[in-house]
């Protein structure tokens, strides 16, 4: 849980009104990570029990109170003694924003009624996709890929994350660094044969890293078409293509012999 030390606005009294103050995280949110708001009184004599959380909504522009039945995402608010408290569990993209503590009591002005708004980030990297040239995303790359002798691989990987990610690609045994988020093949040899491994890194949160290694292998000069990696590929897509021929068939068979069937059983007019 993050640790609550700073105060989002300065303690003042208006009058005879307490100033409404916020407290937040004050280090970066991660996504998953349990985080707590916190709304209090610069007077510890105030009712907090008077007292709302809100969540400005962009998407409305404007701002809506957090209810359990509204915010289904959100845990109730707790009233602890002289503060209200809303502990976030397992904070998501969708959580992050501007919130504010705001007080029920009627005959308030507008600046004594609400605090000023604490806003945070969610912070989070996906798992790590890795991709080939030429071949849909939808199929992705196994760990270990078959090439043959002067083929050319290109390798792609990227990662959804609250900021672009920096990407980077190195070879276990090989001392080099690509600084980049493509790494490129040409004219394969058993010499390029190895573990390569792709990098992400969240430029803000050191933390948040991704990694993904393929182990690429080149086969002989005398091996057959179908031990590629591209060869298992095409006879997958092959077999499935089949499947599917046979299938229709089948079905377009049945269905002309039971129209036929209908048509005899109908007799002559």
């Known amino acids: 849980m993050k640790v609550l030390l700073v105060s989002a606005v300065v303690a003042l009294i208006h009058g005879s009104y307490a100033t409404l103050l916020i407290k937040g995280p004050t280090q970066p949110v991660l996504e998953g990570e ?4 916190e709304c209090h009184y610069s007077d510890s004599e105030a009712n907090i029990s008077q007292v709302h959380f809100e969540k400005f909504a962009e998407y409305m522009q404007k701002w ?24 976030l569990p397992h904070p998501g ?72 990610p920096t990407y980077f690609w190195s070879k276990d045994g090989d ?8 790494l490129t093949l040409s004219k394969m040899t058993a010499a390029d044969e190895g573990q390569y491994t792709c990098v992400a890194e969240h430029p803000s949160v050191e933390t948040l890293t991704k990694k993904r290694t393929i182990s690429i292998a080149v ?15 095409i006879l997958m897509i092959s077999a499935a293509a089949a499947a599917l021929l046979v299938f229709l068939l089948s079905m377009s068979v049945f269905l002309c012999r039971r129209a036929k069937q209908a048509k005899t059983s109908k007799g002559p007019m």
């Open 175 to 182: 001392d080099w660094i690509l600084p980049s988020s493509t």
């Open 219 to 233: 086969l002989p000069e005398d091996a057959r078409w179908y031990e590629s990696s591209d060869g298992q590929l």
């Open 93 to 164: 993209r969708f959580n992050e924003g501007s919130y504010r503590c705001v007080s029920n009591t009627e005959n308030a002005t507008e600046q004594e009624r609400s605090s000023e708004p604490l806003t945070f980030k969610v912070y989070y990297m996906g798992e790590l996709l890795l991709t080939r040239a030429g071949f849909t995303s939808y199929l992705g790359v196994s760990t270990e890929l078959k090439v043959r002798l002067g083929d050319e691989v290109v390798l792609k990987c990227s990662a959804g994350s609250s900021e672009e």
């Open 34 to 37: 349990s985080v707590t708001l």
């Open 64 to 87: 809506l109170p957090v209810r359990e039945r509204f915010w289904c995402y959100n845990p109730k608010p707790v009233v602890q003694s002289d503060r209200l408290t809303l502990t």
